[in-house]
């Protein structure tokens, strides 16, 4: 039996996770504020900067996701990621 892992992000209404105009708020700093450079896979047009912990942690799971759920604006500023989520 496969293991079963299950993350999530709750959204508060103050902007926690995203600011009004649609930047990205202070819960994923994490993602750009470390000396190790990374990349959600090869196609990835967009690096992520974080401590090397984080990197190693990110990359070992990433590659077990089954499902990503986004909200409607979420889609919407990334036009869909053209049919190609970061998560594949």
């Known amino acids: 039996m496969g293991k079963a892992i299950m993350g999530c ?3 508060s209404v103050d902007g926690y ?3 009004d105009d649609g930047q990205v708020g202070s819960l994923f700093d ?5 000396d ?6 090869e196609s990835d047009p967009y690096a992520m ?4 912990a984080s990197k190693e942690f990110m990359q070992s799971v990433y590659t077990d996701i089954g499902a990503v759920i986004m909200g409607r604006n ?3 500023q990334t036009n ?4 190609v989520p970061a998560a594949g």
């Open 49 to 52: 900067r974080s401590t090397q």
């Open 17 to 19: 996770i995203a600011h």
């Open 9 to 11: 992000a709750a959204v």
């Open 30 to 34: 994490w993602m750009s504020a470390g």
């Open 80 to 83: 869909g990621w053209n049919g």
């Open 36 to 41: 190790a450079e990374w990349k959600w896979s």
């Open 74 to 76: 979420t889609f919407d």
